[in-house]
Every structure is written in structure tokens, then in C-alpha cells.
């Protein structure tokens, strides 16, 4: 089963970690969509002419499970997680990551890139996670 074949939770499910009563973003719902805007990422020392120009885009991720929003396609896929202990971004072509962020402690709304020049197609930046 890939990402895109798992339903989204039903309507009210809250992402209990980052929404409710006393959390970090508010007792509204958890939205079904988060707006994810990459910004400041540079080639690598791995980077080849085929893996394109560094993502400066905003993608549109789904809510997949509680807690983790989505967006998948055939040329990468991004993944957004907010747990107990972390909050978890990552951005990952065919073969190679193009972004890797966490942060300890929940609900970060900006993330910066752990990805070094050193063997890597793509590195630095940060992504800002808009509700």
C-alpha cells in the first residue's frame, strides 16, 4: 500500500499531540491541509544536472493518519510528522533525500534542513509549515 491509498482520517479526528484544549496550536480542529514552504535550498556535492534546480516551492500535504500530512507524486515524496518528542519534515526524491528536518519537542511550525554539502544532491534551507 503506498501513501496516496490510505483514506484520510474522518472528519473531527484530532491530531491530539499539536491540537486541543492547552495544546500548542489551539483547540480548533486539526486541519485536513497543511501548506509547507521550502526555502534556501542549495545544490550539493552530489548534485548532477538530472536532479534539477533546489525546490524553492509550497506543497499542499494531506492529512493521512493523526499527525502526519502527506504529499506524494512520482518524482518525490514529503512527509510531515509532529509526535510527542519531535516534530519530523522530510522531502525525499528517488535514490536521494532532498530534505531532512527535526526538531525535538512538538508542534515546530520552521524547520531547518540537516542536510550537509558533503555527499548530498541538495542541502540547507528551511521549511515554514503554514496552518
Given at each position: ?6 483514506s484520510p482520517p474522518p472528519a ?120
Amino acid at each position: 500500500m503506498t501513501r496516496q491509498d490510505i483514506s484520510p482520517p474522518p472528519a473531527g479526528v484530532l491530531c491530539s499531540v499539536c491540537w486541543g484544549l492547552d495544546k500548542p496550536f489551539g483547540s480548533g480542529p486539526t486541519p485536513s491541509v497543511v501548506t509547507v514552504v521550502f526555502s534556501g535550498i542549495e545544490m550539493g556535492d552530489k548534485w548532477e544536472p538530472a536532479d534539477g534546480k533546489p525546490p524553492s516551492n509550497q506543497y499542499q500535504l494531506a492529512q493521512t493518519l493523526p499527525c502526519t500530512f502527506t504529499f506524494s507524486n512520482a518524482d518525490f515524496d514529503i512527509e510531515l510528522v509532529y509526535d510527542s518528542s519531535s516534530t519530523t519534515l522530510t522531502y525525499d526524491a528517488p535514490g536521494f533525500p532532498i530534505f531532512n528536518g527535526q526538531e525535538s519537542g512538538s508542534c515546530h511550525l520552521e524547520l531547518e534542513n540537516d542536510l550537509l554539502f558533503e555527499d548530498n544532491h541538495f542541502f540547507g534551507g528551511q521549511a515554514e509549515i503554514v496552518l
